[in-house]
Structures are given as structure tokens and as C-alpha cells.
């Protein structure tokens, strides 16, 4: 999440109490485990194994329906009986508005 509707102040507080940022000092600067440089080299392994296996995951085909245990997946192979009935939206000339104190997400 880009947390742009975050007010940068509040952004700046947090971030200075990020746990895992502290957590990766602490080993890095109190405890020593890793130099600055062994720990760069570590993320940036780490990170190059990511989009190495997001690369994999997005060339990949999708799977066959039939052979995908449990009917965990499904591209409009059968029909799916709602449960509880067909969801309401607002009509379009309808706005909804948030409700009071509901903070507005804009994700990218």
C-alpha cells in the first residue's frame, strides 16, 4: 500500500517505529550478526528470489480446472450458488458516502 491518504507526519512517526526496521538494527548495529554490507547483499538476495518466483508464477499456464484438488479454483466452470442472495449496489446515481470517522483508501 502506498498509504498516500497516510498524513505525511503520521507516516514519518510510524515509520520511525517500525518494528522490523528496528528489529534489522538491532541485529545489525547491537548484536552484530551481519555487517551493513553483508545485510544489504542479504535483502537484495532475497528480493532477486522474489521476482525470479513472481516472474515464474506470471509466465506459469493456469492449471486445468479438472486435475486442481478440493475445487479451490474455477473459471466459470460451473455455477456458483450464492449463499445469502444476490449482493445490493447503490444505484449509479446514488453516491455513497463514507460514514463518519471511516478514513478513505485509495490503493494503486
Not at 503520521?10 to 517505529?17: D, G, S, T
Not at 493456469?62 to 478440493?70: G, I, R, V, W
Request: with cysteine; net charge neutral.
Amino acid at each position: 500500500d502506498a498509504a498516500q491518504y497516510v498524513p505525511r507526519e503520521l507516516f514519518e512517526y510510524w515509520r520511525a517505529r517500525d518494528p522490523i526496521a528496528r528489529f534489522e538494527e538491532y541485529l545489525v548495529r547491537e548484536k552484530q550478526w551481519l555487517t551493513a554490507r553483508e545485510n544489504e547483499k542479504l535483502i537484495a538476495d532475497v528480493e532477486a528470489e522474489l521476482e525470479r518466483d513472481r516472474e515464474a508464477a506470471v509466465n506459469s499456464p493456469m492449471p486445468d480446472p479438472k486435475t486442481t484438488p478440493l475445487d479451490i479454483f474455477c473459471n466459470g466452470c460451473h455455477q456458483i450458488q450464492l449463499k445469502y442472495g444476490t449482493p445490493k449496489y447503490p444505484s449509479e446515481k446514488k453516491t455513497v458516502a463514507a460514514k463518519r470517522g471511516e478514513a478513505a483508501v485509495h490503493l494503486k
